[in-house]
């Protein structure tokens, strides 16, 4: 706040429809001190989420709406590069995920780890895969990958997600008692589930998106949580 009062500042708060009760009263206050403070406050939530400063003046709230069928394409292309996506698999991404940035990244890993895609003539087209079958929705698009997962990767990835979307990298390997996690945080790294936040003044990581963390927390056993969560209070 102090630096605001010299120079503007830009804020960002991220997946707001989680906050508790006092957190959501810490960000209630700042909104309404912002009329008189250089700061420009960016915050992003699902749909459904009621804030008592909506009607305020200087808030603007702006809808993303799925993309369209060119910048789908666009998307994908981008995501194949160095080559060209092919118009079947254009196509195909376009008509299942409708839209929805993540879900077409999602179902693009998913088909790379079927190994679905292949390069032909300078561009990826789709194979026909016998006993694959892609799930329908971005969350059971998340749920396969992870099912996939060997048997270590998977289980760093839902203890993980008990922790929170982030975590230090210290309190991961108390929860787990292994020290030998970054080579396995790096493979999630390249798989697009987990990434490096910082490494000062320790190793914090973060899961790729919010939704991937509820998924990876929703396939624990309740009993395994519960191991966790006690774990965890223990430091």
Same mark, same amino acid.
């Given at each position: ?5 010299? &120079? ?9 429809? #989680?906050? /508790? ?31 008592? #400063? ?24 981008? #995501? ?23 879900? %077409? ?12 895609? =292949? ?16 799930? =329908? ?14 048997? /270590? ?9 008990? %922790? ?5 990298? #210290?309190?991961?390997? =108390? ?10 945080? =790096? ?9 490096? &936040? ?7 990581? %973060? ?29």
């Amino acid at each position: 706040m102090q630096r605001a009062a010299s &120079k503007p500042l830009c804020l960002l708060v991220e997946d707001v429809q #989680w906050l /508790d009760s006092g957190s959501q009263e810490l960000l209630d206050l700042l909104v309404a001190g912002l009329a008189r403070l250089i700061i420009l406050l960016l915050s992003t939530t699902r749909p459904g989420y009621n804030y008592a #400063w909506r009607d305020q003046r200087g808030v603007h709230k702006l809808t993303m709406t799925p993309l369209s069928g060119d910048h789908t394409d666009a998307f994908v292309h981008r #995501w194949c590069w160095p080559h060209d996506a092919s118009t079947g698999l254009k196509a195909l991404i376009r008509e299942r995920t409708e839209g929805n940035p993540f879900f %077409i990244e999602e179902m693009l890993h998913a088909l790379q780890e079927h190994r679905l895609l =292949a390069v032909q003539d300078g561009q990826y087209v789709a194979r026909p895969g016998k006993d694959v079958e892609i799930p =329908a929705s971005v969350h059971g698009v998340l749920a396969a990958r992870i099912d996939r997962l060997e048997a /270590d990767l998977k289980e760093v990835v839902q203890v993980a997600a008990v %922790i929170g979307r982030e975590f230090p990298l #210290w309190l991961l390997e =108390a929860v787990l008692g292994r020290t030998d996690l970054r080579e396995k945080l =790096a493979i999630l790294g390249q798989l697009a589930l987990i990434y490096a &936040k910082s490494s000062q003044p320790e190793p914090i990581y %973060i899961f790729q998106h919010a939704l991937t963390r509820d998924v990876a927390y929703a396939s624990l056993l309740n009993q395994v949580k519960k191991r966790c969560m006690v774990c965890q209070s223990a430091f």
